[in-house]
């Protein structure tokens, strides 16, 4: 009788204890920009890394951040001080902030908080869209899949509103490693107003280029298409 009286005050106070820690633990940030640049030795974040609502980022002077905003489409390039990322826009202290606004899906991408534990820094990765992604540049930067087998790694790119383009892209090993492939850095633009489907590997999806794309570099977020 006592051993049980013992067992069951025993496994009171670890559930006591398991209670307090978790009322304590704190809610998870809700990942709201991307890392479009960085030029930093001690900022713990790195190009395309999601950052979250309530992250803080020190940056020494001179160093550079560059983020782009999902919902509010707020382009941000900060130079020095301290960066309190927010929900639309950064609080930047003791720094300089240039803000200006880029075409985007604002507000139309959902996002997961999956922490990317790479670094103690709050990195977090983008889950794709429920509608079809619209993109504000001719050349898309495609987030590759996390999982590429290395006999299937050829992006393919077809237009269907319109018959006569395709194009075959070939994943090497150091841009899998990496997570994503350039399209401008390979001189492919896709049409205006296009309509298009992307595979890979078994991933497949819909996307269209706005009909008033731009031509030129433009931020990673009007850009940006993401496989599931």
């Not at 150091?174 to 205006?192: E, K, Q």
Request: hydrophobic residues 45%.
């Amino acid at each position: 009788m006592a051993l049980r009286t013992l067992v069951a005050a025993t496994v009171a106070a670890v559930v006591a204890v398991a209670t307090q820690v978790s009322a304590h633990a704190p809610a998870p940030m809700i990942p709201t920009a991307l890392v479009e640049d960085v030029k930093s030795a001690t900022a713990d974040i790195e190009f395309m890394d999601y950052v979250g609502n309530g992250q803080v980022i020190k940056l020494a002077p001179g160093d550079v951040l560059v983020l782009s905003y999902l919902k509010s489409c707020e382009h941000e390039t900060i130079t020095g001080g301290t960066v309190i990322v927010g929900a639309e826009h950064s609080d930047v202290r003791d720094g300089e902030i240039v803000q200006t606004k880029v075409p985007c899906d604002g507000g139309k991408i959902r996002l997961t908080s999956q922490q990317a534990s790479k670094s103690a820094a709050s990195a977090y990765r983008l889950q794709s869209a429920d509608i079809q992604p619209t993109l504000y540049a001719r050349t898309p930067l495609v987030q590759l899949p996390k999982v590429l087998a290395s006999g299937d790694r050829t992006l393919r790119i077809e237009r269907i509103d319109r018959k006569g383009e395709r194009h075959e892209l070939k994943i090497d090993d150091a841009t899998a490693a990496a997570g994503f492939y350039d399209l401008a850095g390979m001189n492919v633009s896709l049409a205006r107003g296009g309509i298009y489907d992307a595979s890979i590997g078994g991933h497949k999806m819909l996307f269209q280029i706005d009909a008033k794309a731009t031509t030129g570099p433009a931020p990673i977020v009007s850009r940006l298409l993401r496989f599931q």
